[in-house]
């Protein structure tokens, strides 16, 4: 046996809260959330729900390598956030932390995701066009930057 086991994906918890905004501002470092904002998020379950990649036994921003969050309401969800530390990147997890949205909002009964993303972001554009994602509008000069807004949607199969 050799390598290092691999980040695995979880249910958050509060005890998470510390590593997620590690990566949370190491993804979004003009405007992350702040402390409260996790606290808030973690607290509105079953409506949220929240997945991290964890390797567990590591310090580093206490194990956790990204985290995705969910809100679902009767057929459609929506991607709240997606993030893996930049460290951590280029090798999958957010595939798979997406992939793991779909199924738990497939299993709340949705019908479709919903998701925004910014215009530049390129990487992420990418990863949600893979995942079957398509454009439905353009919300322009939507983020303080100017920058315009995507919305996306992909329709879930059961
Ligand atoms: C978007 C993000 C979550 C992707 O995480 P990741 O773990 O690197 O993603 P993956 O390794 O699963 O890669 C998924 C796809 O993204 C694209 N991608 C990933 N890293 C890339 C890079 N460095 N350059 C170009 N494309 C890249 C590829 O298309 C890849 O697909 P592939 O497996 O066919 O190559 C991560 O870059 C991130 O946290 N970014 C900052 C926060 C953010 O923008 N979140 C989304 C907000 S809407």
Redesign the pocket.
Known sequence: MSGVAPALLRPATWRDIPGMLAVERA??PDEPWDEAGLWAELASRPRRAYVVAAREGQQGHEGIE?YAGLDVAGDVADVM????HPG?????????LLGRLHDLARGAGATSVL???RSG????R??YA?HGYGLVRTRERYYRSGEDALVLRKELHP
Do not use: D, K, W
């Open positions: 993804a979004f990204g956030t997606l993030a893996v951590s990147r280029g090798g999958g997890l957010g595939s798979s998701l925004e993303v972001n390129e990487v992420a990418r990863l893979a």
